[in-house]
């Protein structure tokens, strides 16, 4: 006889059997147990009356624990393996909130007309509706996506700061956790986000040759900025402060590399990475310079202009994350239209500008003077701006006009944008804390049975105009596709149109520039599509804003902030592909008629260069639609924050908040107390 069949008489039958029925009675004793929790819960499907008392359902609680823990404990005295688990929790419920996004997907005006007519405002209605809990349960889905990191709690661990902010988070974290207010995690992360990334950000800007990298170079006193006229790999390079002068490389496939900063130039620069072949997607430089030493970061962007288009995508891209914008104008060049793009980028995304005219020790100081005034009256009249602009140099007795910027004009701005940043930063935290303490003095409210319906829900005419803002976004996200899509659509009308009017101009002058019409002709017909993004964009944001205010103001509430501008629009330079256009005039012109002859254009712009037309609207096309989806993001991220809060103070009017009044009303003494606790504390 065997030991284990000493230690207990069943065979493998009977010690299936056993786990078999525990294995219902645990279904059933979950099922019980939601039963009582449903009953008291706020969902509108609810199967039963709720009879139940809190004492009740921590008695059941209780019980259940009991016999479940009895059910373990036997089944390892008959040495029952439990069932083989298959899944994550986490990922199988990330699954059934994937078919809760399938099914409101399917509740479209559409498909509802299959069952009878839908008025087109009860179809607006039903969208609205659709998008609110499509909105909800995305936010859930992206949560369970992040894993770890959706941890508020342990990221404000990891951030390794004791500051009466940090200690303030860290108490909204506990107490939204405990209460439930879930609406409030979204607007609590983007405060993490802007404080784990707390360095004020100086972008620096250009053409190809500008001088960019010289001039950081000479800022921050090294010579690690690989320099020279062809333009770099179409990565930021970003400096910040650190113990050891290195560099961080990161890749597309492979893994992060430290190098010295001596191999820079093989990762950062064409001639060493061209075309970046080697994938490197982002580049940290860390040097012990006490000019960084106060979180201020440098970022050197790659150059604007026909020779780095994908560069000038990247710093295209990265402009609505800067702080302020250093602009370096070539003063051999002048001011140019990418110049001007760039200036308006960085006010349109809320930064500030400085312009800086680079190479004028090759000038007079009679001749700096004008430029400067140049510059400026041009600023002025074009972008109706007027931001400060310098003329530096940092070569031999010239390099003097640099230093004077710095320590007159830069230094001084850096400390001053840095208690400003902690002036906003203490402003958010301070809002979220009333926003949170109105939720929670509504809940109170809810518990007493002399509240109106009135007071706890939120009034019909706010909801739907949140409801519409959702709306709003989807028909925005959408028309990105639609809107983009016709640019790259536009290649056979455009050589048509340039065909008219290349044959014209041969018939007219010997002299003709068909490079200049194509050029002309392709900024003429793209400009009218091209607005038209930009005015989706405006159109979906003034919508917004409209939303927000009459939820606002229905319900009582503080006016919203402004929501973000759009800014970084992609630039086009018809040059890169008009440039290369070339029709020659035909020997037997005066045997030719017009059709002949415009026969003749047609074929030469069709052969030579149908294709090429192609691929640049093509890849304009997608340029612009991924700056129109990182526009609506940012107007979604400010539209779901406002949304969000806004819903929370309002939130759970079947709230039964009995069990937990004592706790609720602790949390409000912590957070009414905060402003009287000394900087530092804890309460």
């Not at 399938?102 to 607006?124: H, V």
């Not at 609505?320 to 995304?349: E, K, N």
């Amino acid at each position: 006889m065997s030991e284990e069949t000493k230690a207990h008489p069943f065979s493998e039958h009977h010690q299936r059997h056993v786990r078999t029925t525990f294995q219902y009675i645990d279904k059933l004793l979950s099922e019980a147990e939601n039963t009582m929790t449903d009953a008291g819960s706020a969902s509108p499907f609810r199967r039963h009356s709720d009879d139940t008392t809190p004492i009740q359902r921590k008695v059941t609680h209780d019980y259940i624990l009991g016999i479940r823990e009895a059910m373990r404990r036997v089944m390892e005295e008959l040495n029952i393996l439990p069932p083989e688990q298959h899944s994550g929790a986490v990922w199988a419920a990330a699954i059934n909130l994937m078919y809760c996004s399938i099914s409101l997907n399917e509740l479209t005006p559409e498909r509802m007309r299959a069952y009878g007519p839908l008025s087109s405002e009860a179809a607006d209605k039903l969208d609205g509706i659709r998008a609110e809990l499509d909105g909800l349960v995305a936010k859930l889905r992206s949560y369970l996506g992040k894993g770890a990191g959706g941890d508020l709690q342990q990221r404000l661990q990891q951030l390794g700061k004791t500051g009466d902010e940090i200690h303030l988070l860290s108490e909204i974290e506990r107490i939204i956790t405990a209460h439930g207010l879930v609406e409030f995690r979204g607007t609590l992360g983007m405060l993490l986000d802007r404080i784990e990334s707390a360095a004020f950000e100086v972008g620096v800007f250009g053409r190809v040759s500008s001088g960019k990298s010289s001039l950081l170079n000479y800022i921050l006193q090294t010579d690690v900025l690989p320099t020279g006229v062809t333009p770099v790999t179409a990565i930021p390079t970003r400096i910040s402060h650190g113990p050891v002068a290195e560099a961080g490389i990161e890749f597309a496939e492979a893994q992060p590399q430290i190098i010295p900063l001596s191999e820079l130039p093989e990762f950062a620069t064409e001639q060493k990475n061209p075309g970046n072949k080697k994938h490197v997607t982002r580049i940290f430089v860390k040097l012990p310079s006490d000019r960084l030493a106060e979180g201020v970061t440098f970022v050197d962007t790659p150059g604007l202009g026909s020779l780095a288009v994908a560069g000038a995508e990247e710093t295209i891209a990265y402009l609505p994350r800067c702080d302020l914008g250093i602009v370096l104008i070539d003063a051999s060049a002048g001011l140019t239209q990418d110049d001007l793009v760039v200036v308006q980028a960085l006010y349109q995304a809320g930064a500030s500008a400085m312009i800086l005219i680079s190479k004028t020790d090759l000038f007079s100081a009679a001749d700096r003077e004008q430029m400067i005034a140049y510059v400026k009256t041009n600023l002025r009249s074009e972008l109706r701006v007027g931001p400060p602009v310098h003329a530096v140099s940092i070569f031999g007795a010239d390099a003097a006009l640099c230093d004077r910027w710095f320590e007159t004009e830069l230094r001084p701005f850096l400390a001053e944008h840095h208690e400003l940043a902690i002036i906003s930063q203490k402003r958010k935290v301070g809002a979220l804390r009333e926003a949170v303490i109105s939720a929670l003095e509504h809940r109170l409210q809810l518990g007493s049975e002399a509240v109106s319906e009135k007071s706890t829900t939120l009034p019909e005419e706010a909801t739907e105009a949140l409801r519409n803002g959702e709306r709003t976004l989807e028909q925005a996200q959408g028309e990105s596709f639609f809107l983009t899509r016709k640019i790259a659509k536009m290649h056979r009308e455009i050589i048509d149109i340039a065909t008219q009017r290349i044959a014209t101009a041969l018939i007219e002058q010997d002299n003709t520039d068909a490079a200049s019409i194509f050029a002309e002709t392709l900024t003429r017909l793209l400009a009218e599509p091209v607005a038209a993004t930009l005015t989706s964009i405006e159109q979906t944001r003034e919508a917004l804003a409209k939303a927000m205010r009459v939820a606002a103001s229905a319900s009582g509430r503080e006016v919203p902030d402004e929501l973000p501008k759009p800014a970084g629009m992609p630039m086009m330079d018809v040059n890169e592909i008009s440039q290369n256009i070339v029709v020659q005039r035909p020997r037997v012109l005066s045997l030719l008629g017009k059709s002949a002859l415009t026969w003749h254009v047609q074929r030469n712009l069709e052969t030579e260069y149908d294709r090429a037309l192609l691929e640049f609207l093509s890849l304009y096309a997608n340029r612009l639609r991924r700056w129109m989806e990182q526009s609506i993001n940012a107007l979604r991220n400010a539209f779901t924050e406002f949304a969000d809060v806004h819903r929370a103070q309002f939130q759970a009017a079947q709230f039964d908040c009995s069990g937990d009044i004592a706790a609720v009303e602790k949390d409000l003494r912590v957070l009414r107390e905060w402003a009287n606790v000394p900087q530092g504390s804890s309460v």
